[in-house]
């Protein structure tokens, strides 16, 4: 599968008298293949708009490699510009415009035709409320119009930043819709979000980032699969039957978690090995359940971000990869 | 070429570059029509009337001459001292003459197309001057601020391209607003001077004058459009161009004007941005130092220093270009974020 957007080893410092030197993308990889839909996820302040926005021409790197559809960037990008699409951050339009004003600005200065504007606008649900001026509009209306401009040149890649901040549980699943439709279509789409059950939902792959590092990447299965860590939920007939059971797996090398009503092992490869154990020592299972870890758990564990009691987490504090103790370099996924 | 069509469409959008034109359009139209309410034609019957009045003064003070004359006379005659009050020879020497009374006095105020266009022509230019610094501030500050600039590199990224054709939108603009609005106004005191006034004398070469004083506002107008809109893409903001319109006018006009005055600089009006405007306008504009003329001594001619529209080219061109290079380097060089 081609490769339509490529980084390699991308860097960008701020050098500041007061605050010294920051490296906002610490050597960043990041590859996104044709067709796919592909999640970019970070914690604030980790690198995700500044790596977009350096690929979009407006930030300039110190250093790194990157490449949309094969033509090398920033030198190429005016090449490659009329097929790309992007909104990054929060929308932003001239107030006293309307959305159909707005449009067909951009077409005009992209030299499209003007009924790519009334496909667009259809297409994001803004068709009836197009004359109004953007100041009237909502915030999910004005990210709906943010989209509609993206998709104005009909790219071959989108990237669209935190698309459905701002739109109502009809308009996530819409656009949910629409990421889906699109990339059905042959578009890509690069998608960053803090809703992680929607990246789960609609992302064939993802690359996460901490601190201007990837610290995860792959299909969405994979890094799941990757992070489950072969937990299993164990549930016996007989509840007082738990602590026997929990000293004869722990004899067998497995990690057992006790709980009320259940064990929780991890480390497992096989569950029919629990069974196996269980049923050997008269011990019988009535719920043998892998537990499935979702991206956010995933998330929150490669970043170091999960909320800790009685502790405030400041923007910066998230997992550096490479650093002694911390997550995100095992399992064959990390940089 | 999509570019610049584009950016001169969103300019004429834009609500406030259309407010403005209609304030412009108002503010010169009432400008000229007042005008026209304060000349008046000097018909043969309206300069009869003022001769008939000259006349008249002139015999009313031929009569109180001679009755002054004939008291001093008959004072004189009674042994008293008359020569303080009356002066030598009773006043005799200072008979009213017909040629000491001028008709004109009594003349209403005409305009005259040809002495007076020449300051119609600064007060056009400033007040177009105001219109393009505005528009042009805000045409790429409000761009800046409101993100558009950011979506419309995300289209085109070529920033210096796209910086220059936005200037380019906005100086054609003004150009084009200057050339028809001009054009008018020169059409209204042409009529105000042939129905209300004077046209007279206007020769060619009268006329190539005009044309060069129109040019040389042009030149000043698109000047300040270029500087406001750079000022603006400087400090990504509307805001930064009129900061800076303000602060370089206290300092020019005050704060120098004060330090000169203090340290006893000859000709300190030199470093006052305003003298070469003046002298921009009027070609040439003379400073005058009176610190080099003892009174004391009886009548001086204090020395001068000419400024000419040429040093006021240097002065404006110099900082015009400075201001533009500056903001394609900072638009070359400065992240967007």
């Not at chain 1, 006790?258 to 299972?285: C, F, I, M, N």
């Not at chain 1, 758990?297 to 909320?307: G, H, Q």
């Not at chain 2, 761009?143 to 289209?155: V, Y």
């Not at chain 2, 704060?255 to 030199?270: E, N, Q, T």
């Amino acid at each position: 599968m081609s490769a339509v957007l490529e980084i390699e080893g991308l860097r960008k410092t701020y050098r500041s008298r007061k605050r010294g030197v920051r490296h906002a993308l610490d050597g960043f990889d990041m590859r996104v293949e044709a067709g796919q839909v592909h999640g970019f996820l970070g914690p604030n302040g980790s690198g995700k708009t500044t790596t977009l926005r350096t690929l979009l021409g407006l930030i300039k790197p110190n250093g790194g490699r990157m490449a949309i559809l094969g033509q090398e960037l920033p030198h190429s990008l005016p090449v490659v510009a009329g097929q790309v699409g992007a909104i990054v951050e929060s929308p932003q339009f001239f107030p006293h415009f309307s959305a159909r004003d707005t449009l067909g600005l951009l077409a005009q200065a992209g030299e499209l035709p003007r009924q790519r504007v009334d496909e667009v606008l259809e297409l994001v649900g803004l068709r009836d409320r197009a004359g109004e001026r953007v100041k009237t509009y909502s915030l999910g209306m004005k990210q709906r119009l943010a989209v509609a401009s993206a998709l104005l040149k009909n790219p071959r890649l989108l990237i669209l930043d935190e698309p459905a901040n701002g739109l109502d549980p009809g308009g996530i699943r819409e656009m949910r819709s629409l990421m889906r439709d699109l990339a059905a279509a042959g578009m890509t789409v690069v998608l960053s979000s803090h809703i992680l059950g929607e990246i789960q939902l609609i992302c064939d792959s993802v690359t996460i980032i901490s601190l201007g590092r990837r610290v995860a990447f792959g299909p969405v299965e994979q890094v799941l699969a990757a992070h489950s860590q072969g937990t299993v939920r164990v549930r016996l007939e007989a509840v007082t039957d738990l602590p026997k059971a929990a000293d004869t797996l722990t004899r067998a090398g497995i990690r057992v978690g006790t709980e009320p009503d259940h064990l929780l092992l991890t480390g497992v490869d096989k569950p029919a090995t629990v069974s196996r154990l269980l049923a050997e020592q008269g011990l019988y299972v009535s719920e043998l359940t892998p537990v499935a870890v979702d991206l956010e758990s995933v998330f929150l564990e490669l970043t170091a971000t999960a909320p800790v009691p009685g502790q405030h987490r400041q923007v910066d504090q998230s997992t550096k990869v490479g650093e002694p103790g911390t997550a995100g370099t095992g399992g064959g996924w990390g940089a | 070429m999509s570019l610049y069509v584009t950016e001169l469409r969103r300019l004429f959008k834009r609500r406030l570059t259309r407010l403005l034109l209609v304030l412009l359009v108002l503010g010169l139209a009432g400008v000229a029509t007042a005008f026209s309410y304060s000349s008046h034609k000097l018909s043969p019957a309206v300069v009869a009337e003022a001769q008939a009045k000259a006349d008249a003064d002139y015999r009313q003070a031929t009569k109180d001459w001679e009755r002054t004359v004939a008291e001093c006379d008959a004072a004189a005659a009674r042994g008293e001292k008359t020569e303080e009050r009356y002066g030598p020879d009773c006043g005799r020497q200072w008979q009213p003459q017909p040629e000491m009374f001028d008709p004109k006095w009594h003349l209403p105020y005409q305009f005259d197309f040809r002495g007076e266009f020449g300051n119609f022509i600064a007060v056009f230019a400033g007040m177009l001057a105001l219109f393009a610094f505005i528009v042009g501030a805000s045409f790429v500050g409000a761009e800046w601020s409101t993100g558009g600039m950011m979506n419309l590199l995300l289209w085109r990224p070529k920033r210096l391209a796209v910086l220059a054709t936005k200037l380019a939108a906005v100086l054609s603009a003004v150009l084009g607003v200057s050339i028809v609005l001009g054009a008018l106004w020169t059409l209204a005191f042409w009529l105000i001077g042939t129905y209300r006034g004077s046209t007279a004398k206007m020769t060619s070469g009268a006329w190539q004058s005009t044309a060069i004083s129109g040019g040389r506002a042009l030149a000043l107008v698109l000047a300040v459009a270029a500087v406001a809109a750079a000022l603006a893409s400087l400090g990504r903001h509307t805001a930064m161009a009129l900061g800076a319109a303000v602060g370089l006018g206290v300092i020019s006009e005050i704060g120098i004007r004060i330090a000169v005055g203090l340290a006893g600089v000859r000709f300190g009006d030199r470093y006052v941005l305003s003298t070469y405007a003046m002298a921009w306008f009027e070609k040439q504009w003379k400073l005058l130092d009176y610190k080099s003329c003892d009174f004391a001594q009886g009548q001086c001619n204090p020395k001068e220093l000419l400024i000419t529209w040429q040093d006021s080219a240097l002065v404006f061109g110099v900082g015009t270009a400075l201001v533009l290079v500056a903001a394609f380097w900072l638009m070359r060089r400065r992240d967007i974020s």
